[in-house]
């Protein structure tokens, strides 16, 4: 089974996909959705869901994770932020994909153990998790997250039965 972690944002998202097979867990892919700065807002939104919805015909899955908004700068940020979520949300629907969602303490915590863990320690164990060699260190941080928020998902899916409304669940 295919799990889909992602990590929003406006400029980058990240996409990350492990595979659960008998109680192994393996890394499959990682992607980054970048926009162009230079795009307006509009313009972004639609290059996200366009690409997103490109990228997940090539994996079908059933289950994905979307970090939730747990902080923003200014209410601007979290605004632009609930927009990328919205578009997310939406594509997964119109994917037939169902959706979690989990804060950063959530994920960092299935994870590490540790909710306020460092970034640089979350994607160390992700790697970890997954058997990941260190040239893949290069990865961008958004994707190593998304894996982390995918991990998060199995994770929770296995110990407390997720599956049966033991979680936050959109669809």
Known sequence: MLFVGIDPGLNNTGVGIIRVDRKKISYVDHYLIKSN????VLEKLSNIYRL?????HNYPTEYTAIEDIFYAKNIKSAILLGQVRG?????????NITIY???????KKAVVGYGRAEKEQVKRLVFMHLNLKDDLLKMPDDCSDALACALCLAYNIEREN????KGNTIR
């Open 37 to 40: 700065r230079s795009m307006t």
């Open 101 to 107: 969602e989990y804060t950063a303490l959530q994920i």
């Open 52 to 56: 997103l919805f490109n990228y997940l």
């Open 162 to 165: 997720v599956l049966q409304n």
């Open 87 to 95: 578009v997310l949300i939406g594509c997964l629907t119109q994917l």
